[in-house]
């Protein structure tokens, strides 16, 4: 029901928009997040927005460097990754949560899209 892309390859200093479309059902006022996962890591929290109260949060590797924003008439969420860095160099996956209330970790979120690789050389 998720569908991430938009991921690639980037010079150290550049930029990649992430895009993530929802289909078969609507995310309207639930939140909406980012994550990412190296090999051998475990997924980690980027940024997450809730249209429901406004709340927005990042996390602070990139905080000042990404953008996350919604289309209501998408049904789309979105990740601006701006002065990318080499240790942003990760599958980046989209979800989303069925319950009001940005979170910050995997388990709450009930939808995952299938990840899309960005790799940032030095």
């Known amino acids: 029901q998720l569908q991430a892309s938009g991921g690639g390859l980037v010079r150290a200093g550049g930029s990649l928009r992430l895009s993530c479309a929802a289909s078969g059902r609507t995310f309207d006022n639930y939140p909406m997040a980012w994550f990412r996962q190296v090999p051998g890591k475990e997924r980690e929290f980027v940024a997450a927005k809730s249209r429901h109260d406004g709340t927005t949060q990042y996390a602070d590797s990139v905080k000042g460097r990404f953008t996350i924003s919604r289309d209501k008439a998408k049904n789309a969420v979105y990740l601006q990754m701006n002065n990318l860095k080499p240790e942003d160099t990760a599958v980046y996956y989209c979800?989303?949560?069925?319950?009001?209330?940005?979170?910050?970790?995997?388990?709450?979120?009930?939808?995952w899209g299938q990840g899309t690789l960005v790799t940032v050389s030095s």
């Open positions: 979800a989303a949560r069925s319950f009001y209330g940005v979170g910050r970790t995997q388990s709450q979120y009930d939808y």
